[in-house]
């Protein structure tokens, strides 16, 4: 499964990347207004910081206009996917930038209907909302279940599967059991991803111990080692 990061926060995404573990970005509007910047020199920074794609959203509420945003954000950087809303302007938009041979991220899915018709329309991903079903008390790893299988049986639906509205590190691991192929997740998870304190109790431990050795200058012990051998 790949992993996107889901902010449009520079620091957030420079560190995570960094980790070598990001394969691709999204924001959404709440996202990019929350940083207080020019939305498109964001997303050009992201794009030449991370090479995956990185979805950056249309704000127009019409196909037409969807798709006249769509073809300006697309030319932006290479790596950018047009996000769009699941209605049906958003469908028709969406049909109309694949034909074009632009990369679309369908969003604000909470239905598997509503996925299939994403697919049907030609979405590149389509993005189930987990964090935000579950909020409600409905499970959201039901739907990422539900059109996993329903793209699985039919193998001319080409769209993958992105898990959104991720709040926990379980909701990461159940998205990659289910199938999904990529789970956007936020800075905040991807760091509890990759915790545990019996990591840190076993480190600790096996450095107290190491001081114990003889010589526990690895650098040096095995520099003078490998020139005794030449
Ligand atoms: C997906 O692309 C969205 O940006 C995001 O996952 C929404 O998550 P939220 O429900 O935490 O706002």
């Given at each position: 499964?790949?992993?996107?990061?889901?902010?449009a926060n520079l620091a957030e995404i420079r560190e995570a990347h960094s980790w070598g573990v990001i394969d691709g970005v999204?924001?959404?509007?709440?996202?990019i207004a929350k940083e207080g910047r020019d939305f498109i020199a964001t997303i050009h920074e992201i794009c030449e910081l991370v090479d995956g794609p990185v979805s950056a959203e249309v704000i127009?509420?019409?196909?037409?206009?969807?798709?006249?945003?769509?073809?300006?954000?697309?030319?932006?950087?290479k790596n950018v996917v047009v996000k769009i809303p699941l209605t049906f302007e958003g469908?028709?938009?969406?049909?109309?930038?694949?034909?074009?041979?632009i990369r679309t991220n369908v969003t604000l899915c909470?239905?598997?209907?509503?996925?299939l018709l994403a697919a049907k329309a030609g979405a590149t991903y389509i993005s189930p909302f987990i964090g935000r079903l579950d909020d409600l008390g409905i499970d959201g790893m039901d739907l990422i279940r539900s059109i996993v299988t329903i793209y699985k049986?039919?193998?001319?639906?080409?769209t993958q599967v992105l898990a959104a509205s991720i709040r926990d590190p379980l909701h990461v691991v159940q998205s990659a059991e289910a199938g999904s192929h990529v789970a956007t997740i936020p800075f905040k998870v991807l760091k509890q991803?990759?915790?545990?304190?019996?990591?840190?109790?076993?480190?600790a431990q096996f450095?107290?111990?190491?001081?114990?050795?003889?010589?526990?200058?690895?650098?040096?012990?095995?520099?003078?080692?490998?020139?005794?051998?030449?």
């Amino acid at each position: 499964m790949k992993i996107f990061i889901d902010t449009a926060n520079l620091a957030e995404i420079r560190e995570a990347h960094s980790w070598g573990v990001i394969d691709g970005v999204t924001t959404n509007p709440s996202l990019i207004a929350k940083e207080g910047r020019d939305f498109i020199a964001t997303i050009h920074e992201i794009c030449e910081l991370v090479d995956g794609p990185v979805s950056a959203e249309v704000i127009a509420q019409d196909a037409p206009k969807m798709v006249q945003e769509g073809r300006l954000l697309a030319q932006v950087h290479k790596n950018v996917v047009v996000k769009i809303p699941l209605t049906f302007e958003g469908l028709k938009a969406c049909s109309i930038l694949t034909k074009e041979g632009i990369r679309t991220n369908v969003t604000l899915c909470f239905q598997a209907s509503q996925a299939l018709l994403a697919a049907k329309a030609g979405a590149t991903y389509i993005s189930p909302f987990i964090g935000r079903l579950d909020d409600l008390g409905i499970d959201g790893m039901d739907l990422i279940r539900s059109i996993v299988t329903i793209y699985k049986n039919d193998p001319t639906l080409k769209t993958q599967v992105l898990a959104a509205s991720i709040r926990d590190p379980l909701h990461v691991v159940q998205s990659a059991e289910a199938g999904s192929h990529v789970a956007t997740i936020p800075f905040k998870v991807l760091k509890q991803m990759g915790v545990h304190p019996l990591t840190d109790k076993g480190n600790a431990q096996f450095l107290a111990d190491w001081q114990t050795a003889p010589d526990t200058d690895i650098i040096g012990q095995t520099s003078r080692w490998l020139a005794g051998r030449k």
